[in-house]
Antibody, heavy 118, light 107 residues
Framework: ELQLVASGGGLVQPGGSLRLSCAAS????????MHWVRQAPGKGLVWVSR????????TYADSVKGRFTISRDNAKNTLYLQMDSLRAEDTALYYC???????????WGQGTLVTVSS | DIQMTQSPSSLSASVGDRVTITCRAS??????LSWYQQKPGKAPKLLIY???SLLSGVPSRFSGSGSGTDFTLTITSLQPEDFATYYC?????????FGGGTKVEIK
């Protein structure tokens, strides 16, 4: 069964850092591009970042560029999101998702909640 | 950045109704458009990709159409399990922007 399990969320102070992980199973992780998408409480979906299958190419939303870093370890079937200089507006549920057909996200993890507050 | 505008932002409908949701892009995205369904407390689910291709396992009452800047998601006969929020997303160019969502509620 295909699974994406996100973890690493929590409460962090403004200016702090957090690293999210997304453990993949049930498919050939190294063959797929991957996304991070976030959703603030009661709000809509916002795309955050994407990485290609071998990790050599990454793209980011302007709102996180220079602060967040997406990466992957294909040997461990795991996707990461390093989040630095966190702001209150980064508070959200962060989803990892598998990318297919040019960018559509066909499988999503359950999300991990990040709260930035003093 | 390409802006995606959905309308309406919410609608009330009855079981069996035909429902149409529209999504407009601020510039052409060809057919690089996806539709997602999200229920409260759950992750989104992909319904349609490349504007009109139905993902395997998605009921045939869902359909998508359009190209360029104007797209529609149609549910031909609304079922109780279809009450949810629907999002469009352009995958033509980064950042991969979503529409604001359309909440489909029970009348």
């Amino acid at each position: 069964e295909l699974q994406l399990v996100a973890s690493g969320g929590g409460l962090v102070q403004p200016g702090g850092s957090l690293r999210l992980s997304c453990a993949a199973s049930g498919f050939t992780f190294s063959s797929y591009w991957m996304h991070w998408v976030r959703q603030a409480p009661g709000k809509g979906l916002v795309w955050v970042s994407r990485i290609n299958s071998d990790g050599s190419s990454t793209t980011y939303a302007d709102s996180v560029k220079g602060r967040f870093t997406i990466s992957r370890d294909n040997a461990k079937n795991t996707l990461y999101l390093q989040m630095d200089s966190l702001r209150a507006e980064d508070t959200a549920l962060y989803y990892c998702a598998r990318s297919v057909s040019g960018g559509s996200a066909d499988y999503w993890g359950q999300g991990t909640l990040v709260t930035v507050s003093s | 950045d390409i802006q995606m505008t959905q309308s309406p932002s919410s609608l009330s409908a009855s079981v069996g109704d035909r429902v149409t949701i529209t999504c407009r892009a601020s510039q052409s995205v060809a057919t690089s458009l996806s539709w997602y369904q999200q229920k409260p407390g759950k992750a989104p689910k992909l319904l349609i990709y490349t504007a009109s291709s139905l993902l395997s396992g998605v009921p045939s009452r869902f359909s998508g159409s359009g190209s360029g800047t104007d797209f529609t998601l149609t549910i031909t006969s609304l079922q109780p399990e279809d009450f949810a929020t629907y999002y469009c997303q352009q995958i033509y160019s980064t950042p991969l922007t979503f529409g604001g969502g359309t909440k489909v509620e029970i009348k």
